[in-house]
Each structure stands twice: as C-alpha cells, then as structure tokens.
C-alpha cells in the first residue's frame, strides 16, 4: 500500500496517456490509475546525432508526445487535460539507438546486434501538468529517464527467425519483447523490468511524490525521495489540499479507461494491508476544515454496492438515446434534453448529474456533453459503439441477473424467471421477432468490432489465404482481417437468419469484395474450405456434446498445416480472472469459460497442435493452432 497514496494525488484529475502502448496502457491500469487514452501523432524523428546522449534522445521524444496530445486535445475540444503522460522507450548497444523495426529483416539486424551481449534500455518520461489561461495552453514539463541493462544469451540463426516469425518483435523497441517470448532470449536484467517493457513505474511514483510532496520545512532532510515515502510520510505531511486517502477524492468521478470500461480496481485497496490500524486510520477533515480520523472506508467494495446504479444509469441513458442527442446538439442543459426525449425534467436532471459523475458526461454552465470516451463508444453511431451491448445487457442481461440467487442455487439458467418463457421458447422469439434479431446482432458487433483489430493482429496470419469465420455473425472480425492482410480472403459463415440481415453493418471502403458471407448450421452443414478456420466467442457458449460436434467438424475439414483461431476471453490458471469472464459465467449457459491450458488440452483432443495464447488486453483474447499431420 506504498505506492498508492501517491498515486491517489491523480485521481481527481484528468489523466491522460499519451500513448499507444498497450504495455503502458497495463503497467498503469494494474496500479488502479484511472485514465484516458490518447495516442500521440508525434512522429519519432528527432535527429539522434544532435543528442549528446541517448537517454535526452528519448526523454525529448516522450515531452514531444506528451505536449503534442496536450496541445490538440485543449485546441480541438477546449477540455484541457490536467495531466498527460508520455514516454519513449528506446534500445542501445554500441552508441547506436535502436527503434522498433519496420520490417523483419530489420528485426533480424537488431536483434543480430543485441545477440550475446549485454544492453541498455532506456525509456524517457514526461509528465506535463496541463492549466489553461484566457485561452491559451499553460505547461509545466517534468521528466526524467531510467535505464535498464539486459543481457541476451548466445542465440542461434534458426532461434532469431523463429522468433522474427512470431511477430512479436515488430512493435517493440530493440525487436523484441521481454515480457512474452523475448524473454527466453534474455540472460539477466539489471534495474527496473518494467522500464524494459516499457514504463518505469517505480521512478514514476518516486517522482510523483519530489512533485506533490515536496519538502516540507518540518523534514528538509528529505531533500529528495530516493525511496518513495512510506503511508505514514504522507498522512502527516500537510500540503494544504486535501490528502489523497481523503474520502473526498474516493468520491472522484470514475473516469473511463482506454477501453471505455470503468476501472473496477480501486486506488485503495488496504482490505489487503497487514498493517491495518495505522493505515486504516485516514484524516478527513470535517466541513471546519479540521482534520478528525475516521475509519477508512473500503472503497472497492462500495463501488461495488454500488455497481448496479452506475449500470443502470448507464443502461437508461443509452436506451433514451441521450448520448446520442448530446453528440449532435450538445451542450444541452436537462430541460432540453427532457423535451427531446420526452421524460421528467427532475428525472432527466437527476440521470444526467449520476452521468456526469460517473464520467459519462461533461457539466458546465452552458450544460451537459458527451467526453470522447462517450462518442466514441456510447454513441450509437460512435467509432467503437458498446451501444448495441448496452441495449442488449439491459434488455436482456439485467432480467437474468436479476435472478442470480435462483440462478446459483438451482444452476440453471434463469430464462423462466426472467422472460416468463423456457430457453427453446426464447430462441424462437429471436427467429421470429426481427427487433430481437437485430439487437443481439447489434450487441454481437460492438464486442466485434471493438475486438477485431486485437484478434486479428494477435498473431501474424499473412501466410494465409482464405479464411473462413465459424458464427462470424455481421462479418465486423472477416472485415479487419481483410484490410490488414489485403491477400487474404474470408467466408463469414452463420445461420441463414444472421446472414439476411447483415446488411446494415457493411463497412463501405477497399477489400470488402474480399468477405463473402455464406449461410449454414455449423453443427450440421459442410463447412466451406479454408486454410484458417475461426471461432470468436463460440466456443464458451456450448456443452462439452455440441463442442465436440463442431470441433470434429473443424478438425476433419481442416488440413494439415492448416490452422484454427479461437478469440474468446482466457482465464488464468485459477480461473478467477478476468473478472470480467467469471462474471458472464453467472449467466449459467451451458457452456463454459475456459483457462490458456484448457483451451490446449481441448484443441490437441482435436488433433491441433503448437497451440500459442496471447493475452490481448482487450475484450477477447486469441488461440492459434495448426492442423497436424495425421500420425503415419
Ligand atoms: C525492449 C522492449 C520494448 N517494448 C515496447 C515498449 C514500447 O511500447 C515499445 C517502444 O516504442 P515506443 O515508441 O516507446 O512506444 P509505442 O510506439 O509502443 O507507443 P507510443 O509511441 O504511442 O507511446 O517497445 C516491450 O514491450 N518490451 C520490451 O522488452
């Protein structure tokens, strides 16, 4: 619990990650950072030689980063960010600085330069505090750099290439990647392994702390925080605002991460803590501004307790399309907003306060807006719209887990309870009832189309053809596939009442002649011949008897050589994460989810083999395996 209070000096502010790096993206969400992402533009051109040293090289190019997003979010939206991160990570060996490579021969000459011998790694940070006067952007810049030495063994020709065709090596600095199978390249690593993969997170907090606790004229021997200060430092220290573990800032809205989804870890976590009283015991100050203890209060689990308002607000909101008005007209105040939609201007107002608290929205005096996170997923139009999954989880989810209690004690599904009407009853209401179809399309294609590019860039699948997408429902997967392997062709292969509606969610644009759509039952039909075979979220959903059904399928059409991708979520080991996937399980299908070493075990019953796992960090994970040859 040492790090934490420090990095509670952020919740109340707008953070932003000036970043693409998925590695980033995890190191600060893990230690409960909430934030927004926001890819820089900056292009990595520094000329390298006007750097007396290579560390200044990249701490330069974090600053640029950073201050670029800084610049265009408080230009294009006048919503200055308070504070944006950026960071580059760089390798050097022998004076030169290696980048990410741009194709694989030039990952091969890196990662030729880095074999045998020891190097350094070093990623620049900046951390610029965003103000805005009459108008006009105001920075404060702070940065530093951290450096890393990493050692690679003596590594064969044959090891290099295979690891250059796993594709790893191509986003990352230096050509590899010591968080995943780069890691078997490495002999040691002296100083901070998370520098390596891409953040200094230890130097970070430390410099947090030189910021937002400085030396107070009571402990001027601290001239500077070469460890980070313990709880009990930061409890006494008064710097005039309120203290990070103050109740105040718990109540901080929860802004949307990167993937749009609320962070369910809390900044304060001490349920864990051994060290109980002392760091339970938390000043709050009283409305005199005296500060008095008080029991600190569990802040995850009433975020928790609370979890089914936020929901439902959330829920409410979508339906009456409230994000969706706010996006065209906004900024609105309640009272227009009620007449648009036609509901209560108290309720209305009501609604739209626990959005804006919630970080749904934005409120000023000219009235409510959607933030970006909104528009770009909330909206029913937006880029990456969850709209269709929201709609769906009210509608339907909701009813269900209503019942969660019969549900656990009788282990079945809850569909009588819930709709008044047996499984089979509901399934024909889905064939029957054009709406329902076309809301569980919907919510099929947000978590598709939002999911695609992870999936399809899990694994390097340029060897391949033709593709055929088992259950590919809207054709939202066949369509990324296609545009990042432009020699590749794709059949989405469903049930033909998917297939007469797909339609509306057609993308316009190149390589779309390269996706066909096919229709047939994948349990009964002969499916059509491919080189890569696809099951996104197929497989959780079925008994082991259907599973079996279809993975013979797979496996008797599917040739040697040939491979099969399965996207689904992938528990760890103990299958109690993500949470996210333990949680759709209560829905009591009767399929199940499954962890990484039970998706091999079942694959090889199968006769697939190599099978590979990445964790993608997005909403679905991949598996990859290959056909293998029949025994002789
Ligand atoms: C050496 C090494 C680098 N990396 C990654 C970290 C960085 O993401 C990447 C270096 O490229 P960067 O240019 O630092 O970062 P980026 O392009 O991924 O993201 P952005 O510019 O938007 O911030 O290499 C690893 O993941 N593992 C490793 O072992």
């Given at each position: 619990?040492?790090?934490?209070?420090?990095?509670?000096?952020?919740?109340?502010?707008?953070?932003?990650?000036?970043?693409?790096?998925?590695?980033r993206?995890?190191?600060?969400?893990?230690?409960?950072?909430?934030?927004?992402?926001?890819?820089?533009?900056?292009?990595?051109?520094?000329?390298?030689?006007?750097?007396?040293?290579?560390y200044?090289?990249?701490v330069?190019?974090?600053?640029?980063?950073?201050?670029?997003?800084?610049?265009?979010?408080?230009?294009?939206?006048?919503?200055?960010?308070?504070?944006?991160?950026?960071?580059?990570?760089i390798?050097?060996?022998?004076?030169?600085?290696?980048?990410?490579?741009?194709?694989?021969?030039?990952?091969?000459?890196?990662?030729?330069?880095?074999?045998?011998?020891?190097?350094?790694?070093f990623?620049?940070?900046?951390?610029?505090?965003?103000?805005?006067?009459?108008?006009?952007?105001?920075?404060?810049?702070?940065?530093f750099y951290?450096?890393?030495?990493?050692?690679?063994?003596?590594?064969?020709?044959?090891?290099?290439?295979?690891?250059?065709?796993?594709?790893?090596?191509m986003?990352?600095?230096?050509?590899?990647?010591?968080?995943?199978?780069?890691?078997?390249?490495?002999?040691?690593?002296?100083?901070?392994?998370?520098?390596?993969?891409?953040?200094?997170?230890n130097?970070?907090?430390?410099?947090?702390?030189?910021?937002?606790y400085?030396?107070?004229?009571?402990?001027?021997?601290?001239?500077?925080?070469?460890?980070?200060?313990?709880?009990?430092?930061?409890?006494?220290?008064?710097?005039?605002?309120?203290?990070?573990?103050?109740?105040?800032?718990?109540?901080?809205?929860?802004?949307?991460?990167?993937?749009?989804?609320?962070?369910?870890?809390?900044?304060?976590?001490?349920?864990?803590?051994?060290?109980?009283?002392?760091?339970?015991?938390?000043?709050?100050?009283?409305?005199?501004?005296?500060?008095?203890?008080a029991?600190?209060?569990?802040?995850?689990i009433?975020?928790?307790m609370?979890?089914?308002?936020?929901s439902?607000?959330?829920?409410v909101?979508?339906?009456?399309k409230?994000?969706?008005h706010?996006?065209?007209?906004?900024?609105?105040?309640?009272?227009?907003?009620?007449?648009?939609?036609g509901?209560s201007?108290c309720?209305?107002?009501?609604?739209?306060?626990?959005?804006?608290?919630?970080?749904?929205?934005?409120?000023?005096?000219?009235?409510?807006?959607?933030?970006?996170?909104?528009?770009?997923?909330l909206t029913?139009?937006?880029?990456?719209?969850?709209?269709?999954?929201v709609?769906h989880s009210?509608?339907?989810l909701?009813?269900?887990?209503?019942?969660l209690?019969?549900?656990?004690?009788?282990?079945?599904?809850?569909?009588?309870?819930?709709?008044?009407?047996k499984?089979?009853d509901?399934f024909?209401?889905?064939?029957?009832?054009?709406e329902?179809?076309?809301?569980?399309?919907?919510?099929?294609?947000?978590?598709?189309?939002?999911?695609?590019r992870?999936?399809?860039?899990?694994?390097?699948?340029?060897?391949?053809?033709?593709?055929?997408?088992l259950?590919?429902?809207?054709?939202?997967?066949a369509?990324?596939?296609?545009?990042?392997?432009?020699?590749?062709?794709?059949?989405?292969?469903?049930?033909?009442?998917?297939?007469?509606?797909?339609?509306?969610?057609q993308?316009?644009?190149?390589?779309?002649?390269?996706?066909?759509?096919?229709?047939?039952?994948?349990?009964k039909?002969?499916l059509?011949?491919?080189?890569?075979?696809?099951?996104?979220?197929?497989?959780?959903?079925?008994?082991?008897?259907?599973?079996?059904?279809?993975l013979?399928k797979?496996?008797?059409?599917?040739?040697?050589?040939?491979?099969l991708l399965?996207?689904?979520?992938?528990?760890?080991?103990?299958?109690?994460?993500?949470?996210?996937?333990?949680l759709?399980?209560?829905?009591?299908?009767?399929?199940?989810?499954?962890?990484?070493?039970?998706?091999?075990?079942?694959?090889?019953?199968y006769?697939?083999?190599?099978?590979?796992?990445?964790?993608?960090?997005?909403l679905?994970?991949?598996?990859?395996?290959?056909k293998?040859n029949?025994?002789?």
């Amino acid at each position: 619990m040492v790090l934490n209070p420090v990095l509670g000096k952020l919740v109340s502010k707008r953070v932003v990650l000036a970043s693409a790096s998925p590695r980033r993206q995890e190191i600060l969400t893990n230690v409960g950072l909430r934030f927004e992402v926001v890819p820089s533009w900056f292009k990595e051109t520094l000329e390298k030689s006007s750097f007396a040293a290579p560390y200044e090289y990249a701490v330069e190019t974090a600053k640029q980063k950073a201050l670029e997003v800084a610049n265009r979010m408080h230009v294009k939206h006048l919503r200055t960010p308070d504070v944006v991160i950026g960071a580059d990570t760089i390798v050097t060996v022998d004076e030169q600085i290696l980048e990410k490579p741009v194709d694989k021969q030039d990952a091969y000459r890196m990662l030729s330069r880095l074999n045998g011998k020891e190097h350094s790694v070093f990623t620049g940070v900046a951390i610029i505090h965003c103000s805005s006067k009459d108008n006009q952007l105001e920075t404060e810049v702070t940065d530093f750099y951290e450096e890393t030495k990493v050692k690679f063994s003596d590594l064969s020709e044959e090891l290099l290439w295979e690891y250059i065709h796993s594709g790893e090596p191509m986003d990352k600095a230096g050509g590899y990647g010591i968080q995943a199978l780069g890691g078997m390249l490495v002999e040691y690593v002296h100083g901070d392994f998370l520098n390596v993969v891409g953040f200094p997170l230890n130097h970070f907090c430390k410099k947090l702390a030189e910021l937002y606790y400085p030396p107070s004229k009571h402990n001027v021997q601290h001239k500077k925080y070469d460890s980070i200060p313990s709880v009990d430092t930061f409890e006494n220290l008064s710097d005039g605002e309120s203290e990070s573990s103050n109740f105040t800032e718990h109540k901080g809205a929860s802004k949307l991460d990167s993937s749009g989804m609320c962070s369910s870890e809390a900044i304060y976590n001490s349920e864990n803590s051994s060290s109980v009283t002392t760091a339970l015991m938390v000043p709050l100050e009283n409305q005199n501004g005296v500060s008095e203890s008080a029991a600190k209060l569990p802040s995850k689990i009433l975020e928790l307790m609370d979890g089914f308002r936020a929901s439902k607000a959330l829920f409410v909101a979508s339906k009456l399309k409230i994000f969706d008005h706010l996006k065209d007209k906004g900024p609105l105040k309640a009272v227009d907003i009620a007449d648009e939609v036609g509901t209560s201007v108290c309720g209305t107002e009501r609604l739209l306060d626990a959005c804006a608290g919630l970080g749904l929205l934005e409120k000023t005096t000219q009235g409510y807006s959607n933030t970006d996170s909104t528009n770009t997923y909330l909206t029913s139009d937006g880029e990456y719209s969850l709209h269709g999954y929201v709609i769906h989880s009210n509608d339907h989810l909701w009813p269900l887990f209503t019942n969660l209690e019969s549900a656990v004690k009788e282990g079945t599904r809850q569909n009588h309870r819930a709709f008044g009407k047996k499984a089979e009853d509901l399934f024909k209401d889905y064939y029957h009832s054009q709406e329902v179809k076309q809301r569980f399309m919907a919510a099929m294609h947000s978590i598709a189309h939002l999911t695609a590019r992870d999936v399809a860039t899990a694994f390097d699948l340029s060897r391949f053809r033709s593709a055929c997408d088992l259950g590919g429902c809207t054709g939202a997967l066949a369509h990324e596939l296609v545009q990042i392997y432009p020699n590749l062709k794709v059949t989405v292969f469903d049930l033909p009442e998917v297939i007469a509606n797909t339609s509306y969610f057609q993308p316009s644009g190149q390589h779309t002649a390269q996706v066909t759509f096919v229709s047939g039952d994948f349990f009964k039909d002969n499916l059509p011949e491919a080189d890569l075979y696809i099951l996104s979220r197929v497989l959780h959903d079925w008994p082991d008897e259907k599973i079996h059904v279809l993975l013979s399928k797979v496996s008797a059409v599917c040739k040697p050589g040939s491979a099969l991708l399965v996207a689904e979520i992938v528990l760890d080991e103990q299958k109690t994460h993500p949470p996210r996937a333990v949680l759709q399980s209560l829905s009591m299908t009767e399929g199940k989810q499954r962890s990484g070493s039970e998706y091999k075990q079942l694959l090889e019953k199968y006769g697939f083999t190599n099978v590979q796992i990445k964790i993608t960090g997005n909403l679905l994970d991949a598996v990859l395996c290959i056909k293998k040859n029949p025994s002789p």
